[in-house]
């Protein structure tokens, strides 16, 4: 079955910087368009980047500058690195895949920015 795998959240100070990874099993990773979304409590679920298979980039307005997605399809990885975090980036950040019947999600992982 698919699995979406975070990892590398944390507590992190306004300024600084995370890089999140997402291990993807149960597919053929390199076919597909990888996303990062992130809730914060009280706000819906939104898009922070996705990344084709092709590697073309796109990036939610509250990020571009600031955060890179990547991918490593050798290790069924994608990544987020968030830099010049500021307080109103703190949101459980999941991972997802579309594949097409349904789309599918990682159990998240919760990244705060504060001092």
């Known amino acids: 079955q698919v699995q979406l795998v975070e990892s590398g959240g944390g507590l992190v100070q306004p300024g600084g910087s995370l890089r999140l990874s997402c291990v993807a099993s149960g597919i053929i990773f390199r076919l597909y368009v990888m996303d990062w979304y992130r809730q914060a409590p009280g706000n819906q679920r939104e898009l922070v980047a996705s990344i084709s298979r092709n590697s073309n980039r796109n990036y939610g307005d509250s990020v571009k500058g600031r955060f890179t997605i990547s991918r490593d399809n050798a290790k069924n990885t994608v990544y987020l690195q968030m830099s010049s975090l500021k307080i109103e980036d703190t949101a459980v950040y999941y991972c997802?895949?579309?594949?097409?019947?349904?789309?599918?999600w990682g159990q998240g992982t919760q990244v705060t920015v504060s001092s």
């Open positions: 997802s895949v579309d594949l097409g019947l349904q789309r599918y």
